[in-house]
């Protein structure tokens, strides 16, 4: 036992991050070699990880590292198996390392990142010795790296839960600004769960399939509508400005000023009525554009415009051209534990 002296343990503990007791049982069965003791660890510690390797990992962090230029943005998920371990300070630090690694590597998925070297280390060992120490698996999952060479990226996180990275190209005299702009739309975005940028970007198929569903839930609303003597709530024609065609919108324009004409409406105020009425009917005709498409989301900092309109309000230059958005677990499968159950199949070994 002479091998494992307190002044070792806690050279040893500072050395590899292991618990106390490990580091006595490395000193002792090393006869008190530190060099030895940390071979000793890693080799535990590499079996320790791969017995842990099949566990669910579906807590863990979402992480962001801008580089001081505002030219580049490297997001990171990074799994831990519980919440508690998440809120660990080693792996918030080791979150951090990952995602400044990632940034360095350019590594864009999991299968590059074990390929690649760490503090001299393969990066698989590396999180290999972190999953013994901290006592978890862990799986770093998702990675993304954003950059310009014509404007400024930026992006926020959220409780490390929603993380969200957007680019924007702007004039030299605006990127100060733009960088500021950036992070609040990048709030906005991790609240508001937009999918697109712009509902340019919405696919033809999704905005048909949607256009179906949303008439029906509006269908449905009304019956419960009628039952109640409320109300109707309108039904739409279309649900994105994707369909709002030059003729569509002529032909919802003749419809108005009939109507106006049927109800003996004054002809020289038709013109400005028509003008509101048609504005109003885009908006009930572009739902799911507010749903999906960032810029036509009502900006939740100021809910007066659009976030395409707070931009323009803060530089006409300023473009986004890139959008990306993590949010903790999404795709994992979590996977169902009995716990009574667990606990008497660990009685009956």
Request: hydrophobic content about 40%; aromatic content about 4%; proline content about 1%.
């Amino acid at each position: 036992m002479a091998g494992a002296t307190p002044k070792l343990i806690k050279e040893l503990r500072e050395k590899s991050g292991a618990g106390m007791l490990d580091c006595k049982k490395a000193l002792n069965e090393c006869d008190g070699n530190i060099d030895e003791a940390i071979k000793y660890l890693r080799e535990a510690g590499l079996a320790k990880a791969a017995k842990k390797s099949g566990n669910v990992a579906a807590e863990g962090l979402i992480t962001i590292l801008v580089n001081d230029e505002h030219t580049k943005a490297t997001m990171t998920e990074v799994n831990s198996q519980t919440d508690f371990v998440a809120k660990n300070d080693q792996f918030i630090n080791l979150t951090k390392e990952i995602t400044a690694h990632v940034q360095a590597e350019g590594c864009t998925e999991s299968s590059e990142l074990l390929k690649t070297t760490i503090n001299g280390t393969n990066f698989e060992e590396y999180l290999n010795g972190k999953i013994a120490t901290i006592g978890e698996n862990i799986v770093a999952r998702k990675m993304v790296t954003v950059s310009t060479d014509n404007g400024v990226v930026n992006g926020y996180v959220h409780m490390g839960k929603v993380g969200v990275i957007l680019a924007a190209t702007c004039a030299d005299s605006a990127k100060e600004k733009t960088v500021d702009l950036l992070k609040k739309v990048a709030m906005h975005a991790a609240s508001m769960k937009p999918t697109v940028i712009s509902y340019k970007d919405l696919d033809a198929e999704f905005i048909k399939s949607e256009n179906k569903a949303i008439i029906a839930d509006i269908e449905k609303e009304n019956e419960e509508l009628v039952r109640l003597g409320k109300p109707l709530k309108h039904i739409p024609q279309f649900v994105s400005k994707q369909q709002l065609t030059q003729e569509a919108i002529a032909t919802a324009e003749k419809e108005m000023k009939e109507e106006l004409i049927a109800q003996g409406k004054p002809e020289k105020i038709i013109d400005n009525i028509v003008k509101g009425k048609i504005g109003r009917w885009i908006e009930d005709n572009t739902q799911l554009d507010k749903a999906n498409a960032l810029l036509s989301q009502t900006y939740v900092m100021d809910d007066s415009m659009t976030v395409e309109e707070a931009i323009k309000a803060v530089d006409s230059s300023i473009d986004i051209i890139e959008y990306v958005r993590f949010e903790l677990g999404e795709g994992i499968e979590k996977k169902e534990e009995d716990f009574a159950a667990e606990v008497a199949a660990q009685m009956g070994k």
